[in-house]
């Protein structure tokens, strides 16, 4: 049995979405570049990345909107709709970081009809933040 998605007049701004810890595998870097046709050599080749002076493989940074969509979705439900999406990169992420994404919302509104949710989220890796991002989502007809 699916859980049901959240009730839009139950949030306000400044509610907390719950935080989720992520550490990220080569075998994730592999998985995610073979999802995505993604085929750089920083993502899967563990001295090429050291020959660019980098400490690992490089998370690749769609990564980290997927993190955003999955956390949100998550948290909103099986009804919910992720309507758009503003993706910041602020840092750069490696195999093996343990990165945290967070967010907020920041406004609940009737928009044509339907309950539209705004939520702001963060990804750190400890104290570094490694992005950001900005979604709409839909919770059905108001």
Do not use: N
Request: glycine letters at 10%; hydrophobic letters at 45%; proline letters at 4%.
């Amino acid at each position: 049995m699916l859980r049901p998605s959240l009730d839009p007049r139950q949030l306000q701004a400044g509610q907390a979405l719950p935080e989720h810890g992520q550490t990220f595998t080569e075998v994730d870097l592999v998985a995610y570049g073979a999802a995505t046709w993604d085929w750089h050599r920083l993502h899967y080749d563990q001295a090429h990345a050291k020959a660019k002076q980098l400490p690992g493989l490089l998370i690749d940074g769609q990564a980290f909107g997927a993190v955003f969509a999955r956390e949100a979705m998550r948290w909103a439900g099986p009804q919910a709709f992720l309507a758009r999406m503003g993706l910041k990169m602020k840092s750069m992420a490696f195999a093996g970081d343990h990165l945290v994404a967070s967010g907020q919302v920041t406004a609940v509104e009737e928009q044509g009809g339907q309950w539209v949710v705004h939520i702001e989220q963060q990804l750190h890796c400890g104290e570094r933040l490694i992005a950001q991002a900005s979604s709409e989502l839909r919770l059905g007809q108001a």
